[in-house]
């Protein structure tokens, strides 16, 4: 069967194209963006055939070379990575969409190539992170992630972004060292790379090695923890995500994170098992780290004046819905979490690109100066309110459907508490978010004749695109969650 | 609680010195002020890593992996982690590379690779 194939076709046709890209940048530069949107667009579209195929005809493997596993590196397509490759590459190809224009404005023009070349490996790495089932492969991708995020957050060459970049690379390097560690002890007590092998291995020598498996999973969490800035460790999320440049901050923000956590979840559940994860109980320290996020980074968020910073810091608390409703272990609180990866996605990219609008029409970055805005470019900020009204959790918008997932996750899991936790963060998220709103419409000069926007086209599609996705996410959530309990059945209940 | 046991100990040696390193660059990367001492921190974090990877493959008295047909039944040493840790080091190696890059570019901003004079500058 050809669609077989389509997940390496992603994977290393992207790859190729990555590095042709400087070379082709020296003949002519104004061609590499449109090449990427094409490459991306391609991807999309091959990844939509992958989930439609995976969808009707199950999952299956690719391995690698033609040798079986536990020899091999085997490719695991379920229904899961299947959504995961159409949310990455989607995402991709509508910020290349939005760097077509956006790019310039931001980034000397020599380094466009090289840009674009960060930005092609970062879809490869993150595909491959999703698909792979040998855990020292999904580390090597790890580090191709870690490296292209930290190319495109010091593109725009500022102090800075300098400086965030390091500091993004110091510790995520400490946290891919803890990571590989762990695998490291995996492969001394079982003797495997490939998940499911591991998983037959431990269930035969877990008792021998209660201290082995305590510590891999002590090490995992902190090195996932790190990469996906969960709460104590964000310390470097803020900073990076808010002086790279818009296109990234958006791909970072939206997609970068939770790639992560979904890899933390594959390997937590592939490897260790419900039996051993409920043994452990690290389920808990998870669900309590996830609530201190939750609050945490919203209270940050409402204390900061720039818009930018304003929405790296909401992603620390978003990120902390995803990990409280995979943590819970239950069929609801599974479900919220990969629904609020997909909505978050197009949320938080919506909020992003219209930020990146905002700044280039009217040079205001700083959340207090904004009266007026919704006279002057009603339709970036109508989309942004959307988009700010989902985080919220208002209904008839996307994001209050996941907030009632979580909710029914805890009450399924048995902690009532946790529903006051949600009820809260929405209240703290309606604090920090329709403050923004209320000035672009209610403040300013009323009398003011409403114009149109003065941005190009490629830069307001994009935003307009996602609101809509978001209005009918919200309106017709019923698709979406059969597709998302589709996928995860197999993964998370075997 | 065990009563230490010294030949245990003597026999795990390598971990022992592969977690006592990783702790002591983890340590070096998160404290010293000097940009380049992290990075050396880093190295000597990643070298503890691959430390303990071969420690893992290592079998006593095993030959290298080399295979030859001509003389059966030799021990050889598993070649598994070796290969796993060429891909380790060439990782750490572009991590070094792209950190110091970044190092040279602050001191251009900044003039200075000190984290505390960094910060009062900002």
């Not at chain 1, 937590?268 to 609050?295: H, K, R």
């Not at chain 1, 959340?367 to 008839?396: E, K």
Request: proline share 5%; with cysteine; net charge positive.
């Amino acid at each position: 069967m050809l669609t077989d194939r389509i997940p390496m076709v992603i994977i290393i046709f992207s790859l190729v194209i990555a590095f042709l890209l400087p070379i082709f940048a020296r003949w002519k530069r104004s061609l590499c963006g449109p090449i990427v949107a094409v490459v991306t667009g391609f991807s999309f579209f091959f990844s939509l055939f992958l989930l439609y195929d995976v969808h009707r005809g199950g999952s299956y493997s690719i391995y690698l070379g033609g040798f079986e596993p536990p020899w091999g590196i085997e490719l695991h397509i379920n229904l899961l990575a299947a959504l995961m490759i159409a949310l990455i590459t989607g995402f991709c190809f509508l910020i290349a969409i939005y760097s077509l224009n956006s790019l310039e404005r931001e980034i000397p023009d020599q380094k466009a190539g090289w840009y674009y070349t960060a930005y092609l490996l970062l879809m490869t790495g993150m595909t491959g992170m999703v698909v792979t089932n040998d855990i020292f492969n999904l580390y090597v991708f790890l580090e191709i992630v870690g490296l292209a995020s930290c190319a495109l957050i010091i593109a725009k060459g500022t102090k800075e972004a300098t400086e965030a970049s390091l500091k993004y690379l110091l510790l995520a390097t400490i946290g891919s060292g803890f990571i590989v560690f762990a695998i490291g002890f995996l492969y001394t007590i079982t003797g495997n790379l490939n998940i499911p092998f591991i998983a037959i291995e431990l269930e035969g020598t877990r008792d021998s090695f209660p201290f082995v498996i305590w510590t891999t999973m002590g090490f995992l969490l902190v090195g996932f923890s790190l990469k996906a800035a969960l709460f104590p460790l964000h310390i470097w999320l803020p900073d990076a995500h808010s002086s790279a440049p818009f296109p990234s901050s958006a791909l970072l923000s939206g997609l970068v994170v939770k790639i992560y956590i979904m890899a933390f979840f594959k390997i937590l559940y592939g490897v260790f098992g419900p039996g051993i994860l409920a043994e452990m109980n690290i389920a808990g320290l998870i669900t309590g780290m996830s609530a201190m996020a939750i609050v945490a980074g919203s209270i940050f968020a409402f204390t900061q004046k720039d818009l930018k910073r304003r929405l790296a810091y909401s992603t620390v608390s978003q990120v902390g819905y995803i990990f409280l409703g995979l943590s819970l272990g239950t069929p609801w609180g599974i479900k919220a979490a990969l629904m609020h990866v997909v909505v978050h996605a197009f949320m938080k990219v919506c909020l992003f690109m219209a930020a990146g609008n905002i700044l280039f029409q009217t040079g205001k970055r700083n959340v207090t100066l904004f009266s007026g805005l919704g006279r002057i470019m009603p339709v970036t900020m109508a989309s942004f309110t959307v988009a700010a009204l989902s985080m919220v959790g208002i209904p008839i918008f996307a994001g209050f459907i996941t907030k009632y997932a979580l909710a029914m996750g805890s009450i399924e899991a048995g902690s009532r508490g946790l529903v006051a936790l949600i009820v809260l963060s929405g209240l703290l998220n309606a604090m920090y978010y329709l403050p923004i709103i209320w000035q672009a419409y209610f403040t300013g000069n009323q009398k003011e004749k409403v114009v149109m926007d003065r941005i190009p086209l490629p830069l307001l599609a994009p935003v307009v695109l996602l609101a809509c996705g978001i209005l009918y996410l919200g309106l017709f959530p019923a698709p979406i969650l059969s597709l998302i309990s589709g996928a995860v059945e197999p993964v998370f209940f075997p | 609680m065990r009563e230490l046991d010294v030949f245990m100990l003597l026999a795990n040696f390598p971990y022992f010195v592969s977690i006592l390193l990783f702790s002591m660059g983890c340590l070096i990367v998160l404290t010293q002020p000097n940009l380049i001492k992290k990075v050396i921190g880093l190295n000597v974090m990643e070298t503890a890593i691959f430390l303990f990877f071969i420690a893992v493959g290592n079998i006593s008295g095993g030959a290298p992996p080399i295979v030859n047909p001509a003389t059966g039944g030799v021990l050889y040493v598993n070649p598994l982690p070796q290969a796993l840790i060429l891909t380790g080091i060439v990782v750490s190696f572009s991590v070094t590379a792209f950190a110091l890059a970044m190092i040279v570019s602050l001191y251009r901003f900044y003039g200075t690779v000190h984290v505390s004079e960094l910060m009062k500058m900002r």
